[in-house]
Every structure is written in C-alpha cells, then in structure tokens.
C-alpha cells in the first residue's frame, strides 16, 4: 500500500488536483465529497482532460478494501473489474492506495521467495 494521507474533494479544481498528483508523484488520487469516498482519480487518464472539477473525471467505479485484505483477494478484484488500483480504508478513513507500483512490488516480493533462478522466458 502507498500510504495517502491526502483526498481531493469533489469541489476542487481539476487543473490544481492533476497539479498536485504531478509534485506529489500520485499515480491515484481519492475523491471525497463530504465524508465519504466518491471515486478515483487516476492521473494518466486525468492529465488533459478538460472538466472544471474533479468528481467530473472521478472514476466511480473503484475497489475499496481494509489493509488486513488478503493480497490475492485485492488482484482477483482489479482483475475481474478491469481497475487499477484499490483503496485501503479503515474505520472510514483513507489510508492509502494499492496501485500498479504496488502490485509489481508484491510481485517482486513474492517472486524472489518462489522462484529462485526463474528467468523472463520461464513459466514458474
């Protein structure tokens, strides 16, 4: 998980949330109207758009999930749903996201465990 301590609302302007993902280095950003979780934003689909507000370009199609998630779970889900990336939320509260840098880190992970001499072209 990428710790995300940060939200845009769904007021905000677009040209200053896509701004901020670019300094932040955010791959996805959540959208919060009021108190609760509206969508995503993913910055390479959000960077030239045109909409005055985020919640315009706000994916409201997403995965949320605890961080006690078992990792399996969370790819089954972005996999069968076509999304990149996923949510960790706790008691309500954004933690963070699980995109695709996280998704190769696990894989790296779980890869340098299994397969020891495993190369490119081998089917572990």
Partial sequence: MRPCPFAASGEDSLSETVEFMREQLLEDLPVVTGSELYGVI?????SGRVARHA???????????????????????????????????AERRILGTF?????????????????????VASNP
């Avoid at 199609?61 to 939320?89: D, G, K, N």
Wanted: proline share 3%; glycine share 4%.
């Fill in 55 to 89: 919640r315009e370009v706000a994916e409201r199609e997403f995965l949320a999930c605890e961080p006690e998630t078992p990792l399996a779970e969370v790819l089954e889900q972005m996999t069968e749903r076509s999304l990149c990336s996923c949510v960790v939320v």
């Fill in 42 to 46: 993913h910055f390479d689909q959000a």
């Fill in 99 to 119: 995109g695709s840098a996280e998704v190769f880190d696990a894989l790296s992970s779980l890869l340098r465990r299994r397969s020891e001499g495993a190369c």
